[in-house]
């Protein structure tokens, strides 16, 4: 059920709803001792000129130690252990799980770029 995540690093994800009817996707990531999420900006598959994307992850999991999401730009939000930003622009990754494990309810949408 659990698949290797696209940018490799050693985490995995489920994917627990897709819709490109309705740009909407909902993902589980689990990130074990010594799996990290490694820098990326993540693309857009659909008419990406007039679409942002947008992200919603929810830590339901944190690790003992390390595991900490980083972002290189100013282009997200921290309220406790929800954060809201810009894939597509933000540049993001998360550090190497020392001790524990890290779970992310990951949920993510696509709308229409400002004029």
Known sequence: MWKPGR????YEKITIF??????FDIHLLRIKEGAFVPPHKDEIHHMESIYEHHRCNIVIWAPDKGGRFISDED??????????????????RVTKVIKGKRIVLSIGWLRKANS
């Open 7 to 10: 940018q490799r690093g050693g």
């Open 75 to 92: 282009k997200r939000y921290f309220f406790g252990r929800v954060i809201l930003f810009r894939p597509d622009i933000c540049n993001h």
């Open 18 to 23: 897709k819709s490109w009817r309705f740009l």
